[in-house]
């Protein structure tokens, strides 16, 4: 598909549901980032065994085993979702883990294969790029939620919430209504070669904090806000006006994260939002997240949207699985986030 061709979702009108999952149906796990199987080879054999345990008939993507900083050229990579998304039995896409480079394979990926057959597409971090693409080039909703390693290979299974909102979401063709912080939580990090295979220690959850109050409706949208800003001046860079705009980072610095809330304000991605969702900062600390909440308050003060902040999604554990492309409202006076459209049909 040529830049020519791509469209504007938030002008597209509704977008597409894929097919609701169920046992049996065939999913595939594709590398579009970073190398996976390499990385930690028990892990990946875990993650899909999760997959398998849960009813899936799952395939394996060639591009599993590759190694380098990317699992593949952008080219070998585009092919492996290109094989999925043109089969007619395939149901759904996992993707393996993130990286930095799934914005490479965007343009030769074949939208039109998945704007004719919508199905499943999940992932998170860098795969932001892919999910956002398919959902402007597609018009089809997509799935910002657990990879194969960090979260469907969690010893000795995913993480509750982690997986009940997966699932809820994936293989229930209800609206998930209201949204709920989970009640605990971890930013603990164990080494994935490690010989020491244990669950993680959990610690109470905090709850979501409102930095700016009001109510707002519209179509969720966002992802890692890194890759996000990676694509804005590109086809691929979808609609934000009258979002629900969702962002997380991974990001180390309260600079780095400021100079993306720069860019992206300054490209206009913040004019005329119905609300925002900040999700919590990856394994920094309590001393971060307080001046990362303090940022963006500051910045978002007066402009008419609330915004919901340390919400788990994305770098962190457990984590929500959000829809692209479905509405969602967020009321600070009932301190509502509420998914108001099924994903799935």
Same mark, same amino acid.
């Given at each position: 598909?040529?830049?020519?061709?791509?469209?504007?979702?938030?002008?597209?009108?509704?977008?597409?549901?894929?097919?609701?999952?169920?046992?049996?149906?065939?999913?595939?796990?594709?590398?579009?980032?970073?190398?996976?199987?390499?990385?930690?080879?028990?892990?990946?054999?875990?993650?899909?065994?999760?997959?398998?345990?849960?009813?899936?008939?799952?395939?394996?993507?060639?591009?599993?085993?590759?190694?380098?900083?990317?699992?593949?050229?952008?080219?070998?990579?585009?092919?492996?979702?290109?094989?999925?998304?043109?089969?007619?039995?395939?149901?759904?896409?996992?993707?393996?883990?993130?990286?930095?480079?799934?914005?490479?394979?965007?343009?030769?990926?074949?939208?039109?294969?998945?704007?004719?057959?919508?199905?499943?597409?999940?992932?998170?971090?860098?795969?932001?790029?892919?999910?956002?693409?398919?959902?402007?080039?597609?018009?089809?909703?997509?799935?910002?939620?657990?990879?194969?390693?960090?979260?469907?290979?969690?010893?000795?299974?995913?993480?509750?919430?982690?997986? !009940?909102?997966?699932?809820?979401? *994936? @293989?229930?063709? %209800?609206?998930? /209504? $209201?949204? =709920?912080?989970?009640?605990?939580?971890?930013?603990?990090?164990?080494?994935?070669?490690?010989?020491?295979?244990?669950?993680?220690?959990?610690?109470?959850?905090?709850?979501?904090?409102?930095?700016?109050?009001?109510?707002?409706?519209?179509?969720?949208?966002?992802?890692?806000?890194?890759?996000?800003?990676?694509?804005?001046?590109?086809?691929?860079?979808?609609?934000?006006?009258?979002?629900?705009?969702?962002?997380?980072?991974?990001?180390?610095?309260? !600079?780095?994260?400021?100079?993306? *809330? @720069?860019?992206? %304000?300054?490209? /206009? $991605?913040? =004019?005329?939002?119905?609300?925002?969702?900040?999700?919590?900062?990856?394994?920094?600390?309590?001393?971060?997240?307080?001046?990362?909440?303090?940022?963006?308050?500051?910045?978002?003060?007066?402009?008419?949207?609330?915004?919901?902040?340390?919400?788990?999604?994305?770098?962190?554990?457990?984590?929500?699985?959000?829809?692209?492309?479905?509405?969602?409202?967020?009321?600070?006076?009932?301190?509502?986030?509420?998914?108001?459209?099924?994903?799935?049909?």
């Amino acid at each position: 598909m040529t830049s020519e061709n791509h469209r504007c979702a938030g002008c597209a009108g509704v977008p597409a549901l894929p097919p609701r999952l169920a046992p049996g149906d065939t999913l595939v796990v594709c590398t579009p980032s970073g190398p996976g199987a390499p990385i930690a080879a028990e892990r990946f054999a875990r993650g899909v065994r999760w997959l398998e345990r849960a009813g899936f008939d799952v395939r394996v993507g060639g591009q599993a085993h590759a190694t380098g900083y990317a699992a593949g050229s952008a080219r070998e990579r585009a092919e492996e979702l290109n094989t999925a998304l043109r089969d007619p039995d395939v149901r759904g896409i996992v993707t393996a883990i993130g990286g930095y480079n799934a914005n490479g394979v965007l343009p030769y990926l074949d939208f039109a294969a998945l704007a004719d057959r919508p199905r499943v597409l999940l992932g998170y971090s860098d795969v932001t790029a892919l999910l956002l693409a398919a959902y402007v080039c597609s018009n089809v909703v997509t799935f910002h939620g657990p990879t194969l390693m960090p979260e469907l290979a969690e010893y000795p299974a995913p993480l509750p919430y982690t997986e !009940a909102s997966l699932l809820g979401t *994936l @293989c229930r063709p %209800d609206p998930p /209504g $209201g949204l =709920t912080a989970p009640p605990d939580w971890t930013e603990e990090s164990l080494r994935w070669d490690s010989e020491d295979v244990r669950p993680r220690r959990m610690r109470e959850h905090p709850g979501w904090r409102w930095l700016t109050g009001g109510t707002g409706t519209g179509r969720l949208v966002g992802g890692n806000l890194d890759t996000l800003c990676a694509l804005l001046g590109t086809p691929y860079a979808p609609c934000l006006r009258g979002a629900v705009l969702f962002w997380e980072s991974c990001a180390e610095s309260i !600079a780095v994260i400021d100079r993306g *809330l @720069c860019q992206l %304000d300054a490209a /206009g $991605g913040t =004019t005329g939002l119905a609300g925002m969702v900040v999700g919590r900062s990856f394994r920094r600390g309590e001393e971060f997240e307080r001046d990362l909440r303090a940022l963006v308050a500051e910045r978002y003060a007066g402009r008419g949207f609330p915004v919901l902040a340390g919400v788990d999604i994305g770098h962190t554990d457990p984590m929500l699985t959000l829809p692209i492309g479905v509405r969602a409202r967020l009321d600070s006076g009932s301190s509502a986030f509420e998914v108001m459209d099924r994903a799935v049909r």
